[in-house]
Nanobody
Framework: QVQLQESGPGLVKPSQTLSLTCTVS??????????WSWIRQPPGKGLEWMGV???????YFSPSLKSRTSISRDTSKNQFSLHLSSVTPEDTAVYYC?????????????WGQGTHVTVSS
C-alpha cells in the first residue's frame, strides 16, 4: 500500500527557509496518474492546501503562498520536498504531504502522519 512520511526540522527561525521532505513508498512519484501535495494546518485553524508537484515535475501553488513556496523532487529516492521561504511565526503548523488521485479537485487519498513545525526565535 501507499505510505508517505514527512521529515525535517521541527523548529525554524523567522526569515529562514522551512524545508520538509516527503518519502513515498508503495508508489512512484513519476507515475502519471497521480500528483503529490503539501497541506498544512495552523493551530486552531483548518487545513490549507499549499502546492502540488506532478509526475513530470510541474508545480502549482496556492495563490496566497506561491511567492514563497517551491516544491522539488528526487526521483532516485522517490521523495519530494517543500521549501517555504521568509517564514514568520504565522507559518507555525502541522505540515502534511499527501497523494492526489487526479487533478486539483480530486481527493487526497493517502496522507502522511504530519510533522509539526514551529517558527520561533
Amino acid at each position: 500500500q501507499v505510505q508517505l512520511q514527512e521529515s525535517g526540522p521541527g523548529l525554524v527561525k523567522p526569515s529562514q527557509t522551512l524545508s520538509l521532505t516527503c518519502t513515498v513508498s508503495g508508489d512512484s512519484i513519476t507515475t502519471s496518474q497521480y500528483t503529490w501535495s503539501w497541506i498544512r494546518q495552523p493551530p486552531g485553524k483548518g487545513l490549507e492546501w499549499m502546492g502540488v508537484i506532478a509526475y513530470d515535475g510541474s508545480t502549482y501553488f496556492s495563490p496566497s503562498l506561491k511567492s514563497r513556496t517551491s516544491i522539488s523532487r528526487d526521483t532516485s529516492k522517490n521523495q519530494f520536498s517543500l521549501h517555504l521561504s521568509s517564514v514568520t511565526p504565522e507559518d507555525t503548523a502541522v505540515y502534511y504531504c499527501a497523494r492526489r488521485s487526479g487533478g486539483l479537485g480530486s481527493a487526497l487519498d493517502y496522507w502522511g502522519q504530519g510533522t509539526h513545525v514551529t517558527v520561533s526565535s
